[in-house]
T-cell receptor, first 115, second 114 residues
Framework: EAGVTQFPSHSVIEKGQTVTLRCDPI?????LYWYRRVMGKEIKFLLH????????ESGMPNNRFLAERTGGTYSTLKVQPAELEDSGVYFC?????????????FGSGTQLSVL | AQTVTQSQPEMSVQEAETVTLSCTYD???????LFWYKQPPSRQMILVIR??????QNATENRFSVNFQKAAKSFSLKISDSQLGDTAMYFC???????????FGKGTKLSVIP
């Protein structure tokens, strides 16, 4: 089966611009997660979708970040306007269920550089 | 709140040798899971091994095994017979009971030298 797909793999934008990241989960996975790794720091949870609904967005840093999952399929994460501190690697993951200990399937990540 | 500490930012090992990556954690949960994820260069992060805190027996997956010391809150990963394909970033992570959010460490970059 196809894995979790993210694109673009890299994005370089200037401060103040808008960027949209996309994630295609594994088919049949109702649960979709976004995580972010800022350079030199831990990977941090951003939010969790169950189908098209936001189950938990407690990790979203501020209102410049908007995540959507139309139709419960792919998801987008928009950053508008981008700031320098938004640079990092954005990971998407999916899973069939969302119990403790659930195995997550990750994408390769999108490397975002804000100049 | 949970924390995960990986004290070795970078490590290297000769091919066919054994290497151990360290991980310590802190949690107030009674039941939790511990994970090691691996991310090869420019590739997807994949689950290497998973351990439920209630299980005393250390988890093993082929050449990968863990040394789980619950009282010491330590969860090290041992890779036996290291292969070039083991070159990757390794992340230790935990999640608490009733929670699906993973708390990660900063990662250890492992290089396997031919």
């Amino acid at each position: 089966e196809a894995g979790v797909t993210q694109f673009p793999s890299h994005s370089v934008i200037e401060k103040g611009q808008t960027v949209t990241l996309r994630c295609d989960p594994i088919s049949g996975h109702d649960n979709l997660y976004w995580y972010r790794r800022v350079m030199g720091k831990e990977i941090k949870f951003l939010l969790h979708f169950v189908k098209e609904s936001k189950q938990d967005e407690s990790g979203m840093p501020n209102n410049r970040f908007l995540a959507e999952r139309t139709g419960g399929t792919y998801s987008t994460l928009k950053v508008q306007p981008a700031e320098l501190e938004d640079s990092g690697v954005y990971f998407c993951a999916s899973s069939r269920g969302w119990t403790t200990g659930e195995k997550l399937f990750f994408g390769s990540g999108t490397q975002l550089s804000v100049l | 709140a949970q924390t995960v500490t990986q004290s070795q930012p970078e490590m290297s090992v000769q091919e066919a040798e054994t290497v151990t990556l360290s991980c310590t954690y802190d949690t107030s949960e009674n039941n939790y899971y511990l994970f090691w994820y691996k991310q090869p260069p420019s590739r997807q992060m994949i689950l290497v091994i998973r351990q439920e805190a209630y299980k005393q027996q250390n988890a093993t997956e082929n050449r990968f095994s863990v040394n789980f010391q619950k009282a010491a809150k330590s969860f090290s990963l041992k890779i036996s017979d290291s292969q070039l394909g083991d070159t990757a970033m390794y992340f230790c992570a935990t999640t608490g009971a009733g929670s699906y959010q993973l708390t990660f460490g900063k990662g250890t970059k492992l290089s396997v030298i031919p």
